[in-house]
């Protein structure tokens, strides 16, 4: 069975995980990328994902999103086998994956989260309008809602695709690396956002390569194909387990465990 991490939010709004993936087993041309993965998130948690280039990180996101065919085992979202649960995922993600010449504005953008409720052939009513612009009011976007996506820096781009998921109204997010290439500040303020949504219930796996804030989150995965360990940062964000997770990359293991000596970085 699956570890299943304490919770230090206010209490769950469903007795299962948000998110439970089981004995989940994904292979690239017979390859296994993944192997016997079992993790369990109680709904508003932040969960950090971390490990080395090729860890299977992002193909955990794809195969809780059903981008990929997997192996065995079984993915259920707040009790729900994925696929009948798949409308409470969001997907943010990283800001470089985009098409930044496709014509569209930032309320465009947002409005995209609202494509599953509305079906194929549903037209934006006025509730759907009202929620896009309660959640870039959320994100602080409002002033911004009529320019071209590609005008924004990236933290603001990161920004509109957080609003993307918040007018989906998804219970659980997962974010693939939304701290790269931002500033100090603005992963300050990213994270001030991803913890405001946690606070409020909604789940956050988040792929994440600073390991100086591991900390703020409530439990982090190390993932290298298989769990390295799972857990509260205080109890599994090692010196051990992180020579276990990165292997004989020891350059960045020892940086890491500076990190460990010295303290997380001040992004508050």
């Known amino acids: ?40 998130v109680p709904e508003g948690q932040l969960v950090a994902v971390i490990g080395p280039n090729g860890a299977g990180k992002s193909t955990l996101l794809k195969a809780v999103l059903g981008l990929l065919p997997i192996d065995a085992g079984e993915i259920r ?21 985009a098409d930044w010449d496709f014509p569209i504005t930032v309320r465009e953008v947002v409005l995209m989260g609202r494509y599953r409720a509305l079906g194929y052939f549903g037209r934006p009513r006025a509730a759907d309008h009202a929620r896009v612009s309660a959640a870039l009011e959320t994100v602080g976007m409002t002033a911004y809602a009529d320019r071209h996506i590609r005008q924004l820096s990236g933290g603001q781009q990161q920004r509109v695709f957080l609003a993307r998921a918040l007018a989906q109204e998804a219970r659980v997010l997962l974010l693939d690396e939304p701290f790269a290439g931002v500033d100090a500040r603005t992963e300050a303020a990213i994270f001030e956002l991803m913890d405001r949504f946690s606070q409020a219930g ?53 940086e890491a465990e500076r990190a460990l000596r010295e303290g997380p970085a001040d992004v508050r």
């Open 202 to 254: 909604q789940t956050l796996i988040v792929v994440n390569h600073n390991l100086q804030i591991l900390d703020r989150f409530d439990a982090v995965l190390m993932l290298n194909r298989v769990v390295i360990a799972y857990g509260p940062p205080a109890e599994v964000v090692s010196a051990d387990n992180l020579r276990r997770l990165y292997g004989g990359r020891m350059s960045f293991v020892d």
């Open 1 to 40: 069975m699956a570890a299943e991490v304490s919770v230090r939010r206010p209490p769950r709004l469903s007795a299962a995980p948000a998110l439970e993936v089981a004995g989940l087993t994904v292979s690239y041309r017979q390859q296994p990328v993944l192997r016997h993965v079992d993790v369990a």
């Open 77 to 97: 979202v707040l009790g729900r086998p994925i696929a009948q649960a798949r409308t409470h995922v969001a997907y943010v993600p990283q800001t470089d994956s």
